[in-house]
């Protein structure tokens, strides 16, 4: 199975951008539908984005024009790139991998329950 392992959270003012890292071990990422979730103190753990092998992307519509994801196959990650952060984007964030058709196939890419593998989160607080 595959090891997931997230960095790049901090504290930063609204306004400014941070990159979120997912490194991959134990496998390739781009086996994976992999996907970006977040969970504010009290609230459920949300979708932010996902991409797909053939490097297809979503989005959730609330962030779509302020975050961006990608990946990079030589170090076996993906990122999240967030900028003009606000207050309510503070939460932590974590990186999960799916089976590769949850993406594919559009079968729920953020679906909490089609991902089985989950990282142990990074911390984004916006203040």
């Known amino acids: 199975e595959v090891q997931l392992v997230e960095s790049g959270g901090d504290l930063v003012q609204p306004g400014e951008s941070l990159r979120l890292s997912c490194v991959a071990s134990?496998?390739?990422?781009?086996?994976?539908?992999m996907g970006w979730f977040r969970q504010a103190s009290d609230k459920k753990r949300e979708g932010v984005a996902a991409?797909?092998?053939?490097?297809?992307?979503t989005y959730a519509d609330s962030l779509k024009g302020r975050f961006t994801v990608s990946s990079d196959n030589a170090a076996n990650a993906i990122y999240l790139q967030m900028d003009s952060l606000k207050p309510e984007d503070t939460a932590v964030y974590y990186c999960?991998?799916?089976?590769?058709?949850?993406?594919?196939?559009?079968?729920?890419?953020?679906?909490?329950?089609?991902?089985?593998?989950w990282g142990q989160g990074t911390q984004v607080t916006v203040s």
């Open positions: 134990g496998g390739t990422y781009n086996d994976y539908c």
């Open positions: 991409i797909a092998i053939d490097g297809d992307t």
């Open positions: 999960a991998a799916a089976p590769f058709d949850v993406c594919i196939l559009n079968l729920g890419r953020f679906q909490r329950v089609n991902y089985k593998q």
